[in-house]
């Protein structure tokens, strides 16, 4: 059976400084870097050899990738595409969120940040998000998945999110209230039709 095993990068720089990050290309911090290597620990605790990894065009999860291969001393396909980059926070981008709640509300940042089809000015809602992560996956993940191998896709919070309501089969509405932790691998088992067999959180 496939493997696929879903990471969000570990805790960037703007990560730490609570602020907006989106297409913004920032570093790991020296936590994000320790948390690549937990993540590399707890894959390897499962035994996993993988086959192809798939990441975005944004640092600071192709590092947290690169620092998981690493750490488990497996070279393999890197695949790096735009369309697994975070989603694009428009106009909040850069900003700080307790700055941006001063400026446009806390009840309009809430609305942007945690409904499904509500895009900040200028940026992506998640269902935009979704609607180009979910052809990736199924043109280049799910080809993969079909031919057996095993997928390791480091990538972010809300691209993750988009994987994950796909494979859990979440609506809208119940994937907003997802939290994704940075650097906890998702692991799922699964048929070579891509259907989910079995969840390891």
């Known amino acids: 059976m496939p493997i696929l095993a879903l990471v969000r990068h570990g805790q960037s720089l703007w990560n730490h400084e609570n602020r907006f990050t989106g297409f913004v290309d920032v570093p790991l911090t020296e936590k994000g870097r320790a948390e690549a290597r937990q993540a590399a620990q707890s894959l390897q605790g499962l035994g996993i050899k ?13 590092e947290t990738l690169a620092i998981i ?26 900003l700080n ?12 940042i809430k609305i942007w940040r945690r409904s499904y089809d509500v ?33 390791l896709v480091v990538a972010h919070g809300n691209s993750n999110r988009s994987l994950v309501m796909k494979l859990d ?9 997802l939290e ?12 070579k039709e891509c259907e989910v067999i079995k969840k390891h959180a």
């Open 69 to 94: 291969l690493e750490s488990l001393g497996q070279r393999v396909p890197v695949i790096r595409d735009a369309a697994l980059n975070e989603r694009h926070y428009g106009d909040l981008q850069g």
């Open 180 to 191: 994704l932790a940075t650097g906890v691998p998702l692991v799922y088992e699964m048929s």
């Open 50 to 62: 993988f086959d192809v990894a798939y990441t975005s065009a944004l640092t600071r999860a192709q």
């Open 97 to 108: 969120k307790e700055d941006a709640a001063k400026r446009w509300g806390d009840d309009q």
């Open 169 to 177: 089969k979440l609506t809208g509405e119940q994937v907003i209230g």
């Open 119 to 151: 895009p900040p000015p200028n940026g992506e809602s998640l269902e935009m998000t979704a609607k180009r992560v979910l052809p990736f996956y199924d043109r280049g993940i799910s080809g993969d998945l079909r031919l057996g191998k095993n997928v």
